[in-house]
C-alpha cells in the first residue's frame, strides 16, 4: 500500500471535520474522494500533505508513520498537492511557477521541465506570461504542472475542475488520466461526481466527517444511493 490514512480525526477547534476517515491508496491508482460540501474532502488532503494536524489516527506512506512528519518534508518523501483554488505565484512567470515547484529537490530539473510542457502544451506557449494574468484553466493545468515538478509517487489533487467550461474539464481529466499511465498514483477531490468516478479506480463516499462507502468507481456509477444523492438523479 502506497498511502493509508487510518481511522483519521481532524478537528477546527471544536468542530470536528473528520471524524475516523480510513481511505486506502495502492500504488498505480487513482483514487476519488467524492462527497457534498463540508464532507471533509479538502480537509482529508490537507492532512495528508501536512497542512492541518490530526487528532487521532496516523497516516502511513510507503509503510512509514508520517503522521507528526513536516508538509515539507513530505513533499521530499514523494507527496505532491495541487490546492484548491490553485495556489499558484501571480507576479512569477509560468516557468518560474514550475521551478518553484521542484525547489526542494537537488539536480537538474529540465527534463522534469520538458515533460510537464509536453504535458500541457499551453503552458509552454505562455512560459513567460504572468501566472496571475493566466485563465482559470490555465492556472489549473499551472498548478498541476508545478506540482508535478516534485516529482511526485503520489498526487493529490483537489476539484481540478471547479470553475472550467465542460470542453476545458474533459481536457484536465485526460491529461490527469495521462498522468497516472505515465506511473505517478493520483489521489483527487471532486464535487463533479460524475467525472471523477469515470476517471477513477476506486472511490470514496465522504459524508460530514466519515467515510459512507468505498467500492470500485464503476459499481458507484450504478449505485442507486449514490446516482440519487451526487449523481442528479435515478
Ligand atoms: P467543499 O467541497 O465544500 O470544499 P469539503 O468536503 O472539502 O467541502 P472541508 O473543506 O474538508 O469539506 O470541510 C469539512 C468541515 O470542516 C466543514 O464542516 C467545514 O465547515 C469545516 N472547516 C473547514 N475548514 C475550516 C476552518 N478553517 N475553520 C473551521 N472549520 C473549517
Known amino acids: 500500500m502506497l498511502l493509508e490514512i ?12 473528520l471524524k475516523g476517515i480510513t481511505v486506502e491508496v495502492e500504488e498505480g491508482e487513482i483514487v476519488t474522494l ?52 490553485r495556489g499558484i505565484f501571480p507576479g512569477m512567470t509560468v516557468t518560474e511557477n514550475l521551478h518553484m515547484g521542484a525547489y526542494a529537490r537537488k539536480g537538474d530539473v529540465s527534463k522534469d521541465l ?3 510542457f509536453e504535458l500541457f502544451p499551453r503552458l509552454a506557449e505562455r512560459k513567460n506570461q504572468a501566472g496571475g494574468t493566466m485563465s482559470g484553466g490555465e ?10 515538478m516534485s516529482r511526485p509517487k503520489v498526487l493529490l489533487l483537489d476539484e481540478p475542475s471547479m470553475g472550467l467550461a465542460p470542453m476545458l474539464i474533459q481536457q ?41 462507502k468505498s467500492a470500485p468507481a464503476s459499481e458507484l456509477l450504478d ?3 449514490v446516482r440519487a444523492a451526487y449523481l442528479g438523479g435515478g
Do not use: W
Not at 487510518?6 to 471535520?17: E, F, L, N
Open 172 to 212: 484536465i481529466f485526460t491529461i490527469i488520466e495521462e498522468i497516472n499511465r505515465r506511473g505517478t498514483t493520483v489521489l483527487v477531490v471532486e464535487q463533479n461526481a460524475q467525472q471523477a468516478l469515470q476517471l477513477a479506480h476506486r472511490a470514496y463516499v465522504l459524508e460530514t466527517g466519515r467515510v459512507l
Open 114 to 116: 520538458a515533460e510537464v
Open 6 to 17: 487510518r481511522d483519521v480525526h481532524v478537528h477546527y477547534g471544536k468542530i470536528a471535520a
Open 223 to 225: 449505485d442507486p444511493e
Open 139 to 148: 492556472q489549473q493545468m499551472l498548478a498541476i504542472g508545478r506540482a508535478l
Open 34 to 85: 467524492i462527497g457534498a460540501n463540508g464532507a471533509g474532502k479538502t480537509t482529508t488532503l490537507k492532512t495528508i500533505s501536512g497542512l492541518r494536524p490530526l487528532s487521532s489516527g496516523r497516516i502511513l506512506f510507503n509503510g512509514q508513520d508520517i503522521s507528526r512528519m513536516p508538509g515539507h518534508k513530505r513533499v521530499l518523501a514523494g507527496i505532491g498537492q495541487a490546492p484548491e483554488g
